[in-house]
């Protein structure tokens, strides 16, 4: 039989517990529901209790002897992190691309010139599934190690029915070998390969016609994601990929606004999306539409600075009411981080978020941004016991010392995984 697990005295206890659901927005980013000398009881995988640790001693002093007890004395301990948008599953690397850009390359001159998303797309072809599930084991044992317990991951390096089920394949076959969650999204739509360049609507066609039927058939992704951006999909083409996703029953996502203003914030409130991502270029009328349509901001701080752009305006967006998430977007071309703490240090640096916002914006809404927040994203009795104990003393020095894994302890869903 398993032991209970105890864990107490932690010096703060970042609950995120919250009376009203759904993705947290302006103030409420900020109220972290903070216990000191807080103290967890996890049984089979699931919380049973919060509180004091004087509470839970009282509570359960009948089966202490029981208990695999964790002394959390001096240290923070937080829900896991949740990590609402990368492209884990992908064959190759592209350091050359890294050195291009300090020679002065865009993203899309290199992305035209045959690199960026058409370079993985070949050794993403190239690969067998059993080298991408390698490959792919590699970074969520290194997500794994900075505190990330659930990952949404796209396709989108296939970019032809073969490969891009082959990606969804791996990330369905990793989500039952390996501890983190995986929570699948179709990106199809994520360039068009250049056997379509010159016919772009006939790309688009097929993933309608032939992709998302199969896709959402076999039951392999929760989400649909597309790359509205100039020179790769319109608003028009983004649209009809869309809304034929959420006719297969796929809940639309959007890559929006990166690189230019190109309506793509617009966009995500009009087809209902539940998540933007990147906006670094978002126009004001977008913001206020997210705002009101409850989109989430899913902002890529790190991809920002990889590309020496300038930062999505997270601390308007907040201002505005559109509920922020926070991501890695782990990609080979301008994010190649698993590093969470980072983003969340960036977050405050770059986007000006509060260190409790920005715990937030990687937790619990995160987890709203890919529907797990009845799951994970704060510690509740009844959710996954999913549970980092952290090598300082609040969520404040969390987000001040830069740079660093103050990773000790996680568990996932009850088991130890790291520490």
Same mark, same amino acid.
């Given at each position: 039989?398993?032991? $209970?697990? @105890? ?21 409420? %980013? ?10 967890? @009881? ?10 004091? *640790? ?18 959390? #004395? ?46 993985? *797309?070949?050794? *993403? ?24 317990? *659930? ?32 929570? $699948?999204?179709? %990106? ?46 319109? $608003?028009?083409? #983004? ?83 559109? $509920? ?10 301008? #994010? ?41 994203? #704060? ?31 996680? @568990? ?8």
């Amino acid at each position: 039989m398993v032991k $209970p697990i @105890w864990i107490m005295h932690a010096s703060q206890l970042v609950t995120l517990a919250h009376e009203s659901p759904g993705p947290r927005v302006k103030e409420a %980013m900020s109220e972290l529901a903070i216990i000191k000398d807080g103290s967890i @009881w996890i049984e089979n995988g699931i919380i049973q209790a919060i509180g004091t *640790t004087n509470e839970l001693q009282t509570n359960y002093a009948d089966r202490i002897e029981e208990a695999e007890i964790v002394d959390a #004395s001096g240290h923070l301990v937080t829900p896991g992190l949740v990590d609402p948008h990368t492209h884990l599953a992908f064959g190759g690397s592209r350091e050359r691309e890294f050195e291009m850009r300090l020679e002065g390359a865009t993203y899309m001159d290199i992305m035209n010139a045959g690199g960026g998303i058409h370079a993985t *797309t070949r050794m *993403t072809r190239e690969a067998t599934e059993d080298e991408l599930v390698e490959q792919t084991t590699k970074r969520l044992n290194s997500f794994l190690a900075h505190g990330v317990t *659930t990952v949404e991951g796209k396709s989108g390096y296939g970019l032809d029915l073969e490969t891009e089920l082959k990606q969804l394949r791996v990330m369905k076959r990793l989500q039952a070998e390996h501890p983190i969650d995986i929570v $699948p999204t179709f %990106m199809g739509a994520h360039a068009v390969p250049t056997e379509y360049k010159g016919r772009e609507d006939e790309y688009v066609d097929l993933i309608i016609n032939e992709m998302l039927p199969i896709v959402a058939s076999e039951k392999l992704a929760l989400f649909n994601d597309v790359f509205c951006e100039v020179g790769v999909f319109t $608003p028009e083409q #983004s649209e009809r990929i869309l809304e034929a996703g959420k006719l297969h029953g796929l809940t639309p996502k959007i890559h929006a606004d990166e690189i230019e203003p190109y309506q793509g914030a617009e966009l995500a409130a009009k087809v209902g999306a539940i998540s933007a991502e990147h906006l670094l270029k978002a126009s004001d009328v977008g913001i206020k539409a997210m705002a009101e349509q409850g989109v989430i901001a899913c902002l890529l701080p790190a991809t920002a600075l990889y590309l020496r752009e300038t930062a999505a305006k997270g601390r308007a967006m907040i201002d505005a009411g559109v $509920p922020v998430a926070i991501s890695t977007d782990c990609n080979p071309g301008s #994010s190649p981080t698993t590093s969470m703490p980072l983003v969340m240090n960036l977050a405050c640096i770059s986007m000006r978020l509060t260190p409790a916002e920005s715990l937030c914006a990687a937790t619990y809404n995160a987890a709203c941004a890919i529907q797990m927040e009845d799951k994970v994203g #704060s510690l509740e009795v009844g959710k996954q016991a999913d549970v980092i104990l952290w090598n300082v003393n609040n969520y404040q020095e969390l987000q001040y010392l830069f740079g660093v894994n103050h990773v000790k302890y996680v @568990w996932k869903k009850g088991v130890q995984v790291v520490g």
